[in-house]
């Protein structure tokens, strides 16, 4: 019965001690412009000796990384992201045949110059580069964390906003934070454009290609406990 007792007492003295407080969510969302653009190029040879389809592919790839260097894009990065040479044999008169090797190379240019993505297009088409990969925009690490600090305040700002509204509609003080959640989510790119240059195209033939940074939307949520009073 002494047990008892004590539990009692003890179950009513946690109870008694538990904070009121009142729980809400802040929300930012905005729409952010990229600061970084990128798109390959590829490019494909195929030749009945292997050493000679690899110097064609490594000469128009040479001619391009020195086209576009010559460009001066802002933050420029140039790299190549695949590297492939292999055998090509067809099946003809119930035997394999080969018919020479391929190389296949993809160049990958990244710039803080969104908009003069488009003067790297007609180099590439001036190089004979046959392929124009998809044109991705996203945000830099330094833009990304200066974005993710501002939208904090954004959050912090719209918690307190509702919870004093709920004080006073509802008769109490907003007092201290007792606690604070954060689910941060992954920006939205806008979708993808994909530009193709046909094989051998001529910069006279080739139209201009307009560049549009567009906007990623940018958001995180943060849960926040305030004392009432």
Same mark, same amino acid.
């Given at each position: 019965m002494?047990?008892?007792?004590?539990?009692?007492?003890?179950?009513?003295?946690?109870?008694?001690?538990e904070?009121?407080?009142?729980?809400v969510?802040?929300?930012?969302?905005?729409?952010v412009?990229?600061?970084?653009?990128t798109?390959?190029?590829?490019?494909e040879t195929?030749? $009945?000796? /292997?050493? #000679?389809?690899? !110097?064609?592919?490594?000469?128009?790839?040479? *001619?391009?990384?020195?086209?576009?260097?010559? @460009?001066?894009?802002a933050?420029?990065e140039i790299?190549t992201?695949n590297?492939?040479?292999?055998?090509?044999?067809?099946?003809?008169k119930?035997?394999?045949?080969d018919?020479g090797?391929?190389?296949n190379?993809?160049?990958?240019?990244?710039?803080?110059?969104?908009?003069?993505l488009?003067?790297a297009?007609?180099?590439?088409?001036?190089?004979?580069?046959?392929?124009?990969g998809?044109?991705?925009?996203?945000?830099?690490?330094? $833009?990304? /964390?200066? #974005?993710?600090? !501002?939208?904090?305040d954004i959050?912090s700002? *719209?918690?307190?906003?509702?919870a004093?509204? @709920?004080?006073?509609?509802l008769g109490?003080?907003?007092?201290?934070?007792?606690?604070?959640?954060?689910s941060?989510?992954?920006?939205?790119?806008?979708?993808?454009?994909?530009?193709?240059?046909?094989?051998?195209a001529m910069?006279?033939?080739?139209?201009?290609?307009?560049i549009d940074?567009?906007?990623?939307?940018?958001?995180?949520?943060?849960q926040v406990?305030?004392d009432i009073?």
């Open positions: 002494r047990y008892l007792f004590f539990i009692l007492i003890f179950s009513n003295t946690i109870f008694a001690a904070p009121k407080g009142v729980q969510q802040g929300s930012c969302q905005v729409k412009v990229p600061d970084r653009g798109v390959s190029f590829s490019t195929q030749s $009945k000796n /292997q050493q #000679e389809a690899v !110097k064609k592919s490594n000469s128009q790839m040479n *001619d391009l990384k020195e086209r576009i260097q010559k @460009l001066k894009l933050d420029l790299k992201t590297y492939n040479v292999y055998p090509v044999r067809e099946y003809e119930d035997r394999y045949v018919r090797t391929k190389v190379m993809t160049l990958e240019v990244t710039t803080s110059e969104i908009p003069r488009g003067e297009m007609l180099e590439a088409s001036k190089a004979g580069i046959q392929t124009v998809t044109l991705v925009t996203f945000l830099s690490l330094e $833009k990304s /964390q200066a #974005e993710y600090l !501002k939208c904090l959050a700002h *719209d918690a307190r906003k509702k004093e509204q @709920l004080a006073k509609k109490f003080t907003v007092g201290d934070v007792q606690n604070v959640i954060e941060p989510q992954t920006t939205q790119p806008t979708s993808p454009q994909r530009v193709m240059l046909n094989k051998g910069m006279e033939s080739t139209p201009d290609v307009s940074a567009g906007s990623q939307n940018f958001s995180t949520n943060i406990t305030f009073k």
